[in-house]
Structures are given as C-alpha cells and as structure tokens.
C-alpha cells in the first residue's frame, strides 16, 4: 500500500486532468494540477515515510556509488532525447507541458513547479514503486525482506518493460527502466537509482527550459 497508493495517485489524477481541467475552467490554470498532484504525491510519501525501511535504513552511499549515479542518470537522458521520434514514441507527441506566459516568456512560477515535481517527487515516487516493490515481487512474494542482490535477469527486465509502457517514449522507458533497476541490483541502496533518475529528470527539464522542446514535458 504505501509503494503503491503514492504511484497509483499520481496516475489517476494524470489520467482525470483533462476532466478536472474542464471542470474548474476560469478557476484556475489547468497547468496547476500538475503541481497539485505533486503535492498530494509527496504529502502521501511524508505520512509513509516510516515504512520505507529499505531509505529509512539505508546505508550512506559512497563517492563511487555517487558518482555512478550520476553518470547512470545523464547516461539515460543522453538516451530519452536521442530516442524521441518515430516508432520509439507512442501514439503523436503532444504539445506537452508549456509555463509561457501570453507574451511568450517563461513563467517561472510555472517552470520551478513543473521542475521540482518532476525531479524531486516522482523520482522518489516512481523508484519506489517499480524497483522496490514490483521488481522485487517479481522476484519474491515476501518482497520487503528481499535483498536486492537476489533480484534476478526475469524481474529486472519484465518490470523495465512495464515500466518503459508507462511512458510515451517507450523505447526511452525501457532502457532507462534496465539502467535503475541493475543501479539497485548493483548497489543495494534505492537512494542510488533515485538520484539517478533525479538527475535524469532535472536534466531534461534543464533541457526542455533551454531549448523549447516542450514536448519531452
């Protein structure tokens, strides 16, 4: 439950903004249901935070295990912008998140929002779910007692797979899916794919601020 209900918010809310945008139309800008997701995410993630044994309880990561991370995470956006067209996207790329304001600049308010739940929230979110619980229950039913280092090929690669559908870019998805999940295979600390992905995320977020690439969001 505390894996999964983080996760499975996020996803339903994401799934009913398009309702909940027309719904509160003149109310308020649709783009902040992204932040209101955000924070309903991270506010589930605080009140569970004593059941995440597997943080809680970690040990502290070394320089190289840092180090790794970060070569892991810019490794995977290197990844998510080369592969982001063609039979590697599914369906046709939308216009995606855009924190303009109407004479065209960016509304930071809007692009810090957008940035900070995207690498700060569902990094944590997401690892937490995919790799800590269903790689690991794909591995074992008792999941929470298993040491990642039992992780096996199977369940490293079927929850990548999963978890690369989870995104447009699947392609992307599903290698950056390998990448984490062999991340806390190798080290036994979710803290290492977390930042990985945080700095995957926090890159392309730079990226999408400085080019325009909107869609990526």
């Excluded at 955000?38 to 943080?55: C, D, H, Q, R, Y």
């Excluded at 070394?62 to 063609?86: E, F, K, P, R």
């Excluded at 699947?170 to 990985?196: E, F, K, Q």
């Amino acid at each position: 439950m505390a894996r999964a209900l983080p996760f499975a918010v996020f996803i339903g809310l994401m799934a009913t903004e398009p309702w909940l945008a027309a719904q509160l139309a003149g109310v308020i800008d649709p783009r902040w249901l992204y932040g209101i997701r955000a924070a309903l995410v991270a506010g589930l993630l605080i009140v569970f935070w004593p059941s995440f044994t597997e943080l809680t309880a970690a040990r502290r990561p070394s320089l190289q295990q840092i180090w790794l991370a970060l070569a892991a995470g810019l490794l995977v956006l290197g990844i998510w912008l080369l592969l982001d067209s063609g039979i590697f996207v599914l369906g046709q790329s939308g216009s995606g998140f855009e924190p303009r304001a109407a004479d065209g600049s960016i509304d930071w308010s809007l692009a810090l929002m957008r940035l900070a739940g995207s690498a700060l929230v569902v990094p944590l979110m997401e690892e937490l779910f995919w790799r800590s619980l269903v790689m690991r229950w794909l591995e074992e039913a008792d999941f929470s007692a298993l040491d990642p280092a039992r992780i096996g090929l199977r369940a490293v690669v079927l929850s990548s797979l999963v978890f690369g559908l989870e995104h447009s870019q699947w392609a992307a998805g599903m290698l950056a899916g390998l990448v984490y999940g062999w991340l806390y295979v190798r080290s036994g600390n979710l803290w290492i794919p977390i930042a990985a992905h945080a700095v995957t995320n926090a890159g392309l977020g730079v990226w999408v601020l400085a080019t325009g690439a909107w869609y990526f969001w």
